[in-house]
């Protein structure tokens, strides 16, 4: 374990002077700018975007500092390795899946919880501790925009998912964290894992967004982080039928024509790549879908021919 006792170890290990660091933290609504994104449950989310300069303190925090802390197996978000679909497979096949969600869950980590999980006293000497959380947090909450914010949300949830999963273990249930997504599946009596759930999100300063429970048994579609999980991992239909109708489309009029036939104001290489994102989504569920190969093989072929 590294320990910071100076602030020129610090400075040495960001590969940032401390004048700089000390004069972001002093300035810090000078480095973030506000933006909206809509949600699909309807309304917007405010997201605190930190300017370049900031950012690229964030960024050095996380992967200088923030990767040698202690992470659950259970978080499924925001580390090496991590997808939708990896937080999908504990769930396949099982009699109930019980999703929950932690309300407002970012602005709902405190200052000193960043402080005490994040910078440690065991680590970091007190005027440290103090600097490194301002460059982390804006106006009371961790701000969703900011890059060193993910990798903090996994580190204060450990203990959490620790003990939420030793729990679990012990009743044969899977549990898997996908950021604020609580997924547990198995036979077991879901009211029960509610009620504990919430209790030990409410120690921790949490509440359960009690409006996005949901119970979801064999005999009715299970799906997790998006993905069909009842036989097998599968992607929804009405997802992958409205891309297929989109290749379609493509492959017979031309990209460029179906963005003007569909007024879609985007340039075409933009277009192009967000298409082959989303195909590479469905083969990540489904690597032998043939239909999504050939549409691989076809946008790749026709990018290189532009």
Known sequence: MIV???????????????????????????????????????????????????????????????????????????????????NAKPHVGKPIVLKL???????????????????????????????????????????QGAPSSPAITNIIMYEFDELVGQWCRERNIAYTRYCDDLTFSGDFDPYEVIRFVRQELRNMGFLL??????????????????????????????????????????????????LRKSGLEILESTYRMQLLGKVNYVLQVSPDDQDMLDARRWLQQTSKSC
């Open 101 to 143: 969600d932690i309300l407002h869950f970012f602005d709902s980590i405190r200052y000193s919880t960043v402080k005490d999980k994040v910078f440690p006293a065991e680590i970091y000497a007190e005027p440290l501790r103090i600097l490194l959380t301002m460059l982390c947090y804006h106006r009371d909450a961790l701000p």
């Open 209 to 258: 967004n009690e409006q996005k429970t949901r119970i979801q048994r064999s005999g009715q579609q299970q799906s997790v982080t998006g993905i069909v999980v009842n036989e097998k991992l599968s992607i929804p239909a009405s997802y992958r039928r409205r891309l297929r109708q989109e290749l379609y489309y493509c492959r017979k009029f031309g990209v460029s024509e179906h």
């Open 4 to 86: 910071y006792r100076e602030l020129s170890s610090l400075e040495q290990d960001l590969g940032i002077r401390a004048q700089t660091l000390y004069a972001v933290s002093n300035n810090l609504g000078k480095h973030y700018r506000n933006a909206k994104l809509p949600k699909k449950s309807g309304g917007y989310r405010t997201l605190s975007i930190p300017d370049a300069v900031l950012k690229s303190i964030q960024k050095q925090i996380a992967e200088v500092l923030l990767i040698h802390m202690p992470v659950s197996r259970h978080a499924k978000a925001y580390r090496f390795g991590s997808s939708t679909v990896r």
